[in-house]
């Protein structure tokens, strides 16, 4: 793909916080575009200056939902070089995403080429660890007219932006509520697409929780109402007595998390018996209470590995290990975090290395 680029000069690039990051207000220098027609495919790829979007208020995407995004992240490593981990499968999982909303899939390694030479143009935004660049694909349906059909016509952007820890627990456990009146996705429905929709249906219990101190919300399915499915921001694992890992299958209605998908191979690799079940909450939460459960831990991009340290269900709270974070959510938050930002070797090829062009700080006495 031939990306024409239009780039600020130093003296018009905005100065960048270093401390105090937050999670998804602040925004780099540039973006990425390109359009779709049925008559020309994607065309007019272009890095330039991160400005406004221009929509006609009958843009369809503002009437119905046709929009997807991803989340991935960049991480500085020790020698200045930046780490982009597992972006092929962030650029597969959008294009799954499109399929389900009806929309045109992307090249996926143009897609990444785009990533790749946004974040390089960027790099000055990428914070030192612990923070890191969060890398936000999107893709929305533009045609200006009222009827519930797919769009014909699509923009495609990229935006990028430095961002602190997800939760303001950092990594520590976090409270998390369980819905037992309202459901998010249901299977058949658009529940493993990362599809804007989904996140509208949870916010009203989300904003109901946060009311009651809970950082997170964990959806049950929308069937019989009994089995675990995900929490909001992220997938949900559990923790047996003797170090065995469960988290519920995919069934249509749960995103496949790509975190997930790597604790499931990072664990059986450290040694512990990892298995994709259906769990029911009556039984998790006595397991809870009994102690046979001895961590819980949600996974996903934005917080890579979160404790959690109790449930609320029904008026009645469960604590989880005495509210401390787990010997295994913290190795495997030691192990994966240690792959993205290089300072473990990864024998999986999970990690795609952008040299930096910036001179490396000296190392401190």
């Not at 820890?165 to 409270?175: A, L, T």
Request: contains cysteine; glycine residues 10%.
């Amino acid at each position: 793909m031939d990306i024409e680029v239009t780039s600020l000069s130093e003296s018009e690039r905005k100065p960048i916080p270093r401390d105090g990051l937050g999670f998804g207000d602040l925004f780099s220098d540039h973006m990425f575009l390109q359009k779709y027609t049925p008559e020309q495919g994607w065309h007019d790829a272009v890095i330039e200056p991160y400005h406004d979007l221009c929509l006609d208020p009958a843009t369809s995407v503002l009437h119905y939902a046709q929009e997807i995004f991803e989340g991935t992240k960049a991480y500085r490593r020790p020698d200045g070089n930046i780490n982009l981990f597992r972006p092929w499968e962030n650029m597969k999982r959008f294009n799954n995403s499109a399929r389900r909303m009806a929309m045109p899939v992307v090249d996926e390694e143009e897609h990444l080429q785009a990533v790749v030479q946004l974040v390089a143009l960027d790099q000055r935004w990428v914070p030192d660890p612990p923070g890191s660049l969060y890398i936000r694909p999107v893709m929305i349906g533009t045609d200006t007219a009222l009827g519930v059909h797919a769009s014909r016509n699509y923009l495609h952007y990229v935006i990028v932006g430095p961002v602190g820890s997800y939760f303001r627990e950092g990594f520590n456990p976090i409270p998390v509520y369980i819905s037992d009146d309202y459901r998010r996705a249901v299977v058949g429905g658009t529940g493993a697409a990362k599809t804007g929709g989904n996140y509208a249906a949870s916010l009203l219990v989300s904003e109901e929780a946060r009311r009651e101190k809970y950082s997170q919300v964990l959806w049950l399915d929308a069937i019989e109402g009994r089995y675990v499915e995900e929490v909001g921001a992220m997938n949900i694992c559990f923790v047996y007595e003797g170090g065995k890992i469960v988290t519920p299958e995919l069934t249509g209605s749960i995103l496949p998390g790509i975190t997930r998908k790597s604790v499931i191979h990072l664990g059986q690799d450290l040694g512990f018996e990892v298995s994709e079940e259906r769990v029911d909450v009556h039984e998790m939460l006595q397991d809870v209470k009994s102690g046979r459960i001895t961590e819980v831990f949600g996974c996903g991009t934005a917080a890579v590995i979160a404790p959690v340290g109790r449930f609320g269900y029904r008026g009645q709270e469960y604590v989880i290990n005495g509210y401390e974070v787990g010997p295994v959510a913290q190795r495997l938050y030691d192990e994966l975090t240690g792959i993205q930002f290089g300072l473990r070797d990864d024998p999986y090829g999970w990690t795609y290395t952008i040299e930096s062009t910036m001179p490396v700080a000296p190392a401190a006495d």
